[in-house]
């Protein structure tokens, strides 16, 4: 719930037709919006798995990601509290190799994993208009559209796991590419 997060969460509330959400930051202040509105504020990522069919993650770098995941000494992962057939959708840019990591790992326990990193920056997010590149199992995809349109306008379905990643990549370089032609 943090720049992003917190307006794409917003955006599955007001249009995404969500109509119970559980909600975990380190700093659970940045969740008080989100309570006010009706999501229910969790102590772990564990705990918003218990309580979710189809759990977001959307945090700064990739070892935050693992970390939700995974869990730690200190805090209970994702994957503590998730059943069979949930969907994990993981919309931090992250690396390839670690989305299908999750990805393998998740499939384990038969739960769906989705890496769909995203562009817009928060005027995206707050807009609703951010691009969603997705890897993963296609029918889980397609079942999220829905939730997906709440969040962005541009959402392309790239490939297996680890595709949204890739793309995302691409799309990186070349944002990069066209700053050093400019400058």
């Not at 817009?120 to 969603?132: P, Q």
């Amino acid at each position: 719930t943090g720049v992003m997060g917190f307006n794409m969460c917003r955006n599955l509330m007001e249009n995404g037709g969500f109509l119970k959400m559980s909600v975990y930051n380190r700093t659970q202040s940045k969740c008080d919006e989100l309570v006010a509105k009706g999501a229910k504020l969790c102590l772990s990522p564990k705990e918003v798995a218990n309580n979710s069919d189809v759990i977001f993650t959307m945090v700064g770098v990739p070892t935050d990601l693992q970390n939700v995941v995974y869990g730690t000494n200190e805090l209970d992962g994702i994957f503590d509290g998730c059943k069979s057939g949930n969907i994990l959708v993981d919309m931090t840019t992250s690396r390839p190799e670690l989305a299908r990591s999750i990805s393998r790992d998740a499939s384990k326990k038969g739960i769906f994993s989705i890496d769909a990193p995203v562009s817009g920056g928060d005027i995206g997010a707050r807009d609703g208009t951010l691009s969603i590149m997705i890897g993963g199992d296609r029918k889980s995809v397609e079942s999220l559209n829905p939730l997906f349109e709440s969040m962005g306008k541009n959402i392309r379905y790239m490939g297996e796991s680890g595709s949204g990643q890739h793309t995302k990549m691409s799309n990186q370089i070349l944002v990069a590419n066209n700053m050093i032609g400019v400058v």
